[in-house]
């Protein structure tokens, strides 16, 4: 008997199921934080992962402006942007990136860790970043998790 015992299932927009998620980052370093979210956005703990289709979950992060960095970050870790004229590169401190935009850190951090294509860019539109405790997805009713059982 020549047939499969099985059959590989691939998820499309239709068949996936998006949860709502809450994170708390006070007292969270940055990049645990970063590649945790990175990967629930992306959505590789489902089974029905499929790496071509926005099969994550919606993902909002509160306080964000009580993250932590370890070591001498907050001094030596520089961001650099670039104005697109000749010597408009500019570049800004941890500490003074933080003071200015609290939940750029945040963001810019699981950027970097999401593909660099449209599904990244897709994928990146269902993370919401709040500097506070106050978020408004109140209404979707997202479910509060912990990143110290996600392992």
């Known amino acids: 008997m020549n047939t499969l015992s099985y059959k590989t299932v691939s998820a499309n927009k239709n068949t996936v199921d998006k949860e709502w998620l809450l994170i ?3 007292n969270e370093v940055l990049g645990r ?5 990175a990967m629930l956005l992306r959505g590789k703990y489902k089974p029905n992962y499929t790496p071509h289709v926005d099969c ?13 960095l370890t070591g001498d970050k907050w001094e030596a870790k520089e961001y650099i942007r670039h104005s697109g004229y000749p ?5 800004a ?9 609290p939940t750029a850190m ?7 860790m999401l ?3 449209k599904l990244g ?3 990146f539109r269902n993370l919401y970043v709040y500097a506070g405790s106050e978020h408004e997805q109140t209404a979707q009713k997202p479910k509060k998790i912990n990143l110290k059982s996600i392992r």
């Open 56 to 68: 994550g979950d919606n993902v909002v992060i509160i306080n964000a402006d009580k993250i932590r």
């Open 24 to 26: 708390d980052a006070e």
């Open 87 to 91: 010597g408009g590169q500019r570049s």
């Open 121 to 123: 860019a897709d994928l």
């Open 33 to 37: 934080l970063a590649s945790t979210t």
């Open 115 to 117: 593909p660099k294509n």
């Open 93 to 101: 401190t941890a500490r003074e990136l933080m003071a200015k935009k």
């Open 106 to 112: 945040v963001e810019k951090a699981i950027k970097g």
